[in-house]
């Protein structure tokens, strides 16, 4: 079992800049995938950034070159999503995410609560 636990939300003004961090305990492995994603009001989830088991990061297009997804040292116990420049249409609540892969090919995905990011001015 995989606990996550998102900090760091708030509300901050357009062009301001806002850190995530997810804490994650439990079993979890140098080998797992972490990322964020978010959700606004009436809109479906989405992947902001991803880091892989293999050190690779993904974006969405939106957020490439304002957002930076870090932690991938050790075990990836604690994530961070770094967020500058930040527009009205980056409002949601950020989720947490981990996909933890076990031998031979077995997948279990956890979610944190989620934390809520405001820009308004």
């Known amino acids: 079992q995989v606990q996550l636990m998102e900090s760091g939300g708030g509300l901050v003004q357009p062009g301001g800049s806002l850190r995530l961090s997810c804490a994650a305990t439990?079993?979890?492995?140098?080998?797992?995938?972490v990322g964020w994603y978010r959700q606004a009001p009436g809109e479906p989830r989405e992947l902001v950034a991803t880091?892989?088991?293999?050190?690779?990061?993904?974006y969405t297009d939106s957020v490439k070159g304002r957002f930076i997804i870090s932690g991938g040292d050790g075990d990836k116990s604690t994530v961070d999503l770094q967020m500058h420049n930040l527009k009205p249409e980056d409002t949601g609540v950020y989720f947490c995410?981990?996909?933890?892969?076990?031998?031979?090919?077995?997948?279990?995905?956890?979610w944190g609560q989620g934390t809520q990011g405001t820009v308004t001015s």
């Open positions: 880091l892989n088991s293999l050190g690779r990061i993904k």
């Open positions: 995410w981990r996909k933890v892969s076990t031998w031979p090919d077995n997948e279990y995905e956890y």
């Open positions: 439990g079993n979890i492995f140098s080998t797992d995938d």
